[in-house]
């Protein structure tokens, strides 16, 4: 255990709250993240530390220890939601039409606090460590892809990054060895029909009426044509068309989302769906556009980096404080650094007392998640050099 990094991280608290909930009150969307980038930048040059630019609003800063050991990157996101925060509290963000509803405030003040701790004790390990904080999390293509672009991991032996996440208890670790978070596409169908009123359907080609057969029948890909023993989802998130009650419109768009974890699953899934809107829409006299975009691919961890995750946690927080967690179907895009670098991703609870779920308008966390969450990344940093890289 080591006592003195973790009394330092203690002592940080109320700073590391601060910082938390000043990015809280400056929410900004993907790419949008000036005021937070430029706060970022302001606290990691205050540690001393060289600070890039990175993918626009994203940075890039390093903190060189004694010469000879491996890189090690750790990641954080800093955008925020497009949806309008609700609830009170006494951080209440003062943007509207955006929220840090998925706690990348937090992120960011853990690794900030990482950095600080581990800053003032550079002379005291082997190694170098690339601090990354990237924009546009939430909004595809990401900023990932554009960081590693522009040789966010050049020289990166070793990539890590966590999520705080509600559903877990406050202070416990959640990982999965392989295959975590699932790749995360969406697809856009317009239906085309003939438009005309209400009382006369018979000289219409009623898009309602195909739309509706539609959000049925794909049901049936993920229910008969996918193995059950394979996890996907295909879920609608809008029905659009219409404007009055007596009128039948023309057309009719439905947009939704299809989770795998696995690229062939994916491609049957899409051809499948292909298959049903064709087939549906000339049933019926109609005609579709079908636009199907892939998004993040699925968040693999390394499974020795993973065990490694493991044996730091036991070690940092105790064995009682880990978890053993189901694959979730939602996406991230640090899946990319993953994909260039061996590395893992965790999740680390913060849900004592917070009822609502990631993107929900009254989204909170726990802040006492904060310290044990940055005093187990910190103790993995300096137990990776130890071992020099050797994990
Ligand atoms: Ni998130």
Redesign the pocket.
Known sequence: MRNDLKAAIEALTGEMIGWRREFHRHPEVAYGEEWTSAAVRKILEGMGLPVASCAKTGLRAVLEGAAGGPTVALRA?MDALPIQEEGDRPYLCLNPGAAHA???DGHMAILLAVAKVLAARKNAFKGKVVLLFQPA??RTPGGANPMIEEGALDGVDAVFGL?LWQSLPTGVLGIVKGPMMAQADDFRIVVKGKGGHGSMPQLTVDPILVAAQLVVSLQSVVSRNVNPLKPAVLSFGSVSGGTIYNVIPSEVTLTGTVRTFDAALQRMIEGRMRTIIENTCRAFGASAEFRYQEGYPPLVNDARMAEFVRETAREALGGDRIKAIDPVMGG?DFAYFLRKVPGAFWFFGMGDGMPHP?HHPAFDIDEKALPPAAFHMASLVLDYFDRGGKV
């Open positions: 996101d998925c706690a990348h999390e939430e999520h991230e990631h």
